[in-house]
């Protein structure tokens, strides 16, 4: 079967920048279920692949929901325009447009990168400073204010977004006012989970569909969306789809981050060493089953939530985990664990810390399988080099622990001991 034809293209009210798997599962999802008439205007991050094979099939693709008892595809039409990050013209073209609302971004913990070197923050390719060039093209053509949205799991990402963006302002200037004063920078906290697309999937797509796609996307039926924030210039009706609005995204994001997010980290390192490929199989086996509950044990007291509530989000995860027909590679979500690890672990743990409560053996468990993992041949972690280097250097776990506090969480060296041992036990493949 050859590409579908389109049933419509939507005029452009959306710019995106990071055009990968989750966006098409989550944003592009919530902006066609709108119903509205809203198209996106897609731009990709670091690799211009994902522009080039949706462009070749007119930028349409197959939403594939992959429940435990069945799959349903969806013809997504919603990207009206995609782009490689690098079109610098299309880029400012999209963002002076008055009629573009919002940009939203997924571009992944790192690339915040709040610590980051000045020059490399403010080379033209990273996501602030592709921001402010959109932004500048927008200010130049009078085209008013508009939202900035951050769909990365970070807390306060509207904050960290807006922040990165003036730390390569020119200090003073009339952009910088602007800016300060015209655009809104939105936090949200998103959820989704999206594993990277196999041939398997695709095979599956065109055995349902009867077409060809070469740029499926395979998502659970489970999905959410919680903002806050201003839109100076409108938005897609994004509530008609199920995304909330709300004065305070903290304690979604708190939420999401310290029992999905934790959970996943454990389970990646956790079930890596363990020989597990996948969420499923890890959460399959009774010991790292039993790590994972001890860990969300010690995270939900630091949640401002009552106790159903957070039974329910824990029954939710439960299912979600051990939904098999999702294939979450691990090794995938072990990526850039120095980038993540802050957010998903040591902020509930000094929480925990703070009101006086005992570090959790689960929590340092993570850090402990953390420091193994990179010690070990298969590490995708760019910011975590220099420590990569020094934990193959020293294996005492003592040293290790040293090494992994300072790098992360130079306030918190009280606990080299606690994490010592953690250390030991992950290095003799003991989950106790």
């Known amino acids: 079967m050859t590409v579908p034809s389109r049933s419509v293209r939507h005029p452009v009210r959306v710019a995106h920048l990071g055009l990968g798997a989750f966006h098409r599962a989550h944003q592009a999802w919530y902006t066609q279920r709108a119903g509205d008439g809203s198209g996106i205007a897609a731009f990709t991050g670091r690799s211009a692949e994902a522009a080039r094979v949706l462009a070749a099939q007119d930028s349409v693709y197959t939403l594939l929901e992959r429940g435990a008892d069945g799959d349903s595809a969806t013809l997504m039409e919603v990207l009206s325009e995609v782009h490689d990050g690098a079109d610098l013209d299309a880029w400012r073209r999209v963002l002076a447009d008055p009629d573009v609302g919002v940009l939203t971004l997924t571009v992944t913990e790192a690339g915040y990168r709040p610590g980051s070197s000045a020059s490399s923050a403010a080379s033209s390719s990273s996501a602030p ?46 952009l910088e006012a602007w800016i300060r004063s015209e655009v809104s920078f939105v936090s949200s906290m998103v959820d989704r989970i999206t594993p990277a697309t196999t041939d398997a999937d695709r095979e599956a797509v065109r055995r349902l569909t009867g077409w060809d796609d070469a740029a499926p996307v395979v998502t659970e039926p489970f999905a959410e969306w919680v903002l806050a924030g201003s839109f100076p210039a409108g938005r897609p009706a994004w509530e008609a789809a199920g995304a909330q609005f709300v004065d305070d995204i903290a304690p979604y994001e708190r939420r999401k981050l310290w029992l999905l997010n934790a959970g996943h980290s454990l389970l990646a390192y956790e079930g890596l060493a363990a020989g597990h490929e996948t969420v499923a199989q890890a959460v399959a086996d009774p010991a790292l089953a039993d790590e994972l509950e001890l860990l969300w044990s010690e995270q939900r007291t630091e949640l401002p939530f009552d106790a159903p509530t957070v039974d329910d989000a824990l029954a939710a995860l439960r299912a979600r985990f051990g939904n098999a027909r999702i294939e979450h590679r691990l090794a995938q979500i072990g990526t850039d664990g120095s980038q993540k690890l802050g957010p998903r672990i ?87």
């Not at 402010?132 to 093209?137: N, Q, T």
């Not at 990365?152 to 003036?166: I, K, M, Q, S």
């Not at 925990?352 to 929590?363: I, K, N, S, T, V």
């Open 129 to 174: 400073a592709r921001v402010l060039d959109g932004l500048r093209a927008r200010y130049a053509a009078d085209a008013g204010g508009i939202a900035v949205v951050s769909c990365d799991n970070l807390p306060d990402n509207g904050r960290v977004l807006r922040d990165a963006v003036l730390s390569v302002a020119e200090p003073g200037s009339d």
């Open 346 to 432: 040591l902020d509930p743990l000094r929480s925990r810390l703070a009101a006086g409560r005992e570090p959790g053996r689960a929590q340092l468990g993570v850090l402990a399988a953390w420091s193994v993992h990179l010690a070990g041949p298969d590490v995708r972690d760019p910011g975590a080099a220099a420590l990569v280097e020094r934990l193959r250097e020293a294996a005492a776990p003592r040293e290790r622990a040293i090494a992994v506090l300072e790098a992360l969480a130079p306030d918190l060296t009280d606990l080299t001991d606690p994490l010592a041992e953690r250390i030991a036990a992950r290095q003799q493949g003991a989950h106790a």
